[in-house]
């Protein structure tokens, strides 16, 4: 059974910094592309980066020269660096990941979500 499990969140300080981790557990054969969404009690699922395996990446507008998406697919784990953090950054992120299995399988797969949380 392949899943996503996500890591890193928790409680930081206006202007701290955070790295959330976004593992692929299972028989997988590459991560294609990976995007970090956040989400508070209440609202819509709010789209913050987006990576391919080739490198290419894209920011909402609200968190661009602030955070970073990355893929290293030897360690099938893609991360979200997050610096300069505000209090409007508190939300609970999920990661979701379009992956390849090595039959040609297909998966679009969501992590469980993962706090972060932003204050004196």
């Known amino acids: 059974q392949v899943q996503l499990v996500e890591s890193g969140g928790g409680l930081v300080q206006p202007g701290g910094s955070l790295t959330l981790s976004c593992a692929a557990e299972g028989s997988i054969t590459t991560i294609a592309a990976m995007a970090w969404y956040r989400q508070a009690p209440g609202k819509q699922r709010e789209l913050v980066a987006t990576i391919n395996n080739s490198g290419g990446t894209d920011f909402a507008d609200s968190v661009k020269g602030r955070f970073t998406i990355s893929l290293d697919n030897a360690a099938k784990t893609g991360y979200l660096q997050m610096r300069s953090l505000k209090p409007e950054d508190t939300d609970v992120y999920y990661c979701?990941?379009?992956?390849?299995?090595?039959?040609?399988?297909?998966?679009?797969?969501w992590g469980q979500g993962t706090q972060v949380t932003v204050s004196s």
């Open positions: 979701n990941g379009k992956i390849y299995g090595p039959h040609l399988e297909w998966y679009d797969l």
